[in-house]
């Protein structure tokens, strides 16, 4: 019972914190290449998307934050023998994270709030673009230690624990470019299907003539150029990730597709209703799909579940190392549905938007802020088919999940699970509430020439 409501209470964190991580990566971007056009052109016009924006980007950095350090507690308090085992490992990159990424981030973005009438404007721009750096890079050191446990490379088990025996085999593991370039412009779609949206929406809203409409116009055209461009070399990025995934971890391709025996020139389920086990009521399947996607060949060879199975209990010993398969399956789908349909939306705004009939767009209105919702659940479905389809390893192959959690009475994570869910409920409401009154702000009025001292100090934002 004690590991069932570990794994729950750790899911729960993490999703909610992945809300955020993505959106906060994204917009810092976002923000940055409007303060670089402002600078660039003297255009106060970008100047004020960008502060924005700017507020909105605030925002989804604190709430991530705050989140975020709830994960590193979890480790040592519900998964201290995980913690114990892979520790050596998992220390040298999560250090790097906090000492060098985390410490650029959080420095630079406060010179950036305080200092945007204290520092000359091309320092003042630097900030944002160290800021997005720090967060870009709080995401490579992450996802290094997180590829180490789908792919572990560069270690030895010495006295039952894993030891670093090569630090750049870990910094090369292909598992983890593979991941971290497709978490980085999953983010840039992310962060651009909010702007999208709310851009849409402020469109609607403002007056047939005046700044407000083309400033939001051009945020618009931004974000849907971004959308569109991020998203459709995500879905490159993912296709090199099947390869590896059926190289690496083979019965969490097995699972993503249902498939239970071996085959050559093996089909991909684009949608069954029934059971998955091999008798459904109806199907959609394109021919030889599976392992193109797999081998990059048309009649190439995709393990399949059984053969798996009985494969892992020859090496480990007895037990299921079979994931949940309609978890696995459907998270694939939805995640693939999602990046799909974002696609369509951001091609269809800057068609519209060459066209001249956003003002007119009443549906493209609706589907924008629907919309925002459509990255988040491609980054929520990605991450429960990269570490539930990864089950029973904690470690693959190396430390199941059973071995990995703490020795917590059952009511104890109980109890803090509920109080998890409560606090993180609130701060879902909060968050929603102040990301909405940030979007109804009005644009900031952009002084005409900068004042070389501030007549009254204090805070743009």
Request: charged share 10%.
């Amino acid at each position: 019972m004690a590991l069932t409501l570990a794994r729950w209470q750790f899911a729960i964190v993490t999703v909610f914190h992945f809300f955020f991580v993505p959106e906060t990566i994204g917009l810092g971007l976002l923000v940055a290449i409007m303060q670089t056009l402002a600078w660039r052109r003297g255009d106060p016009v970008w100047d004020r998307l960008s502060r924005f924006f700017g507020r909105i980007f605030l925002i989804s950095m604190a709430v991530g934050v705050v989140t975020g350090i709830v994960l590193e507690f979890e480790f040592g308090l519900n998964w201290s023998s995980y913690s114990v085992f892979v520790g050596n490992i998992f220390g040298a990159p999560l250090a790097i994270e906090g000492l060098l990424a985390f410490f650029l981030e959080s420095t630079f973005i406060g010179l950036w709030i305080f200092g945007r009438e204290r520092l000359r404007p091309g320092v003042h721009l630097a900030t944002i673009w160290a800021t997005s750096l720090g967060t870009i890079l709080s995401a490579f050191w992450i996802l290094a230690a997180n590829s180490w446990m789908q792919h572990p490379v560069g270690y030895t088990i010495h006295d039952g624990q894993a030891v670093l025996t090569d630090f750049w085999a870990v910094l090369a593991n292909s598992t983890l470019w593979a991941a971290f370039v497709h978490t980085v412009l999953a983010a840039f779609a992310t962060a651009g299907a909010l702007v999208l949206g709310i851009s849409v929406w402020r469109l609607h809203r403002a007056p047939d003539e005046g700044d407000e409409r083309d400033a939001f116009r051009r945020g618009l055209r931004l974000a849907a150029a971004l959308t569109l461009a991020a998203t459709v070399i995500t879905a490159v990025v993912g296709d090199l990730q099947a390869r590896l995934m059926d190289t690496q971890e083979p019965m969490k391709m097995a699972a993503a597709e249902a498939l239970y025996t071996t085959e050559k020139g093996a089909s991909f389920s684009l949608l069954t209703i029934g059971n998955l086990q091999g008798q459904p009521i109806f199907q959609i399947r394109i021919p030889h799909a599976l392992s193109l996607l797999a081998t990059l060949s048309w009649n190439g060879q995709v393990r399949g579940i059984n053969q798996l199975q009985a494969a892992a209990v020859a090496a480990h010993g007895p037990g299921s190392y079979t994931p949940l398969i309609w978890l696995s399956y459907w998270s694939f789908r939805a995640m693939i549905g999602a990046g799909v349909l974002l696609i369509l939306l951001a091609a269809w705004g800057l068609w519209l938007g060459r066209r001249g009939r956003l003002a007119r767009g009443r549906w493209f209105l609706r589907a924008a802020l629907a919309g925002i919702a459509l990255p988040l659940a491609a980054n929520t479905s990605g991450w429960l088919l990269t570490e539930t389809g990864r089950q029973p390893w904690i470690v693959y192959g190396l430390m199941t999940t059973a071995r990995g959690v703490s020795s917590v009475p059952a009511a104890d994570v109980a109890f803090t699970t509920a109080a998890f869910v409560a606090v993180y409920t609130a701060l879902a409401v909060i968050a929603v509430m102040l990301t909405v009154r940030a979007a109804r702000h009005p644009l900031d009025e952009v002084d005409a020439a900068r004042p070389t001292q501030p007549s009254v100090p204090g805070l743009v934002y």
